[in-house]
């Protein structure tokens, strides 16, 4: 008999003069099976907490990101994307751009978020987007001239582009499918009164 269960049972089969120490082995045992059996819950909801929080991650954005140098905007993308596509292992390619913008409500609320934007003709990305949206649809994409997507001067006669916002972010300004809002980027536009904010 090994030594850990002979000691183990000398214990828990204590005479009735050691009836302490059978209540206090009693007690001990259960009190570690309690405690592994709550680092067991403790670690499978960690598991299943980070395995959901990397799908979301990994569903919205790309497994690898292709840069330049100098953070300047990649001429000649579709070459790029059709090198990186031949690739062994290589499932799919996107192109897609980052920026950091203001968000302004008609009622005067401002909050501050990354405009991304993705090749409307790609049908993986479309897909993609789909699969993560719980109101509205996509259909404006379809019909949406690239070309008037900067203001003029007067702001009032800015085009409508269709957009696709976040949940927390429409939650937290009060959006609904259908409304409006203004984005503010960084970088500067010449204009004929002097240089003046992308919006």
């Not at 008999?1 to 005479?15: I, N, T």
């Not at 007690?27 to 990397?54: C, K």
């Not at 085009?159 to 409304?179: S, Y």
Request: charged share 20%.
């Amino acid at each position: 008999m090994p030594f850990e269960l002979f000691l183990a049972l000398r214990y828990l089969r204590s005479r009735r003069r050691r009836k302490l120490a059978r209540t206090t082995a009693l007690v001990a045992v259960l009190g570690i099976a309690t405690g592994v059996g709550a680092l067991i819950v403790a670690l499978a909801l960690a598991n299943g907490f980070r395995d959901e929080i990397q799908n979301k991650i990994l569903r919205g954005t790309a497994h690898l990101t292709v840069m330049r140098r100098d953070n300047q905007p990649i001429e000649n993308w579709e070459e790029v994307k059709a090198k990186l596509a031949a690739v062994p292992g290589v499932t799919d390619t996107g192109a897609s751009s980052y920026s950091g913008v203001l968000v302004t409500t008609t009622g005067g609320g401002v909050e501050y978020a990354v405009l991304r934007g993705f090749d409307a003709r790609s049908p993986a990305s479309l897909t993609s987007l789909r699969s993560a949206l719980t109101a509205g649809s996509l259909d404006q994409l379809n019909n949406w001239d690239s070309s008037h997507a900067i203001c003029p001067v007067a702001v009032d006669r800015c085009p409508i582009v269709p957009a696709v916002m976040g949940q927390e972010l429409a939650k937290r300004m009060n959006l609904h499918v259908g409304d409006r809002v203004q984005l503010t980027g960084g970088a500067e536009r010449t204009t004929p009164i002097g240089p003046a904010p992308r919006i």
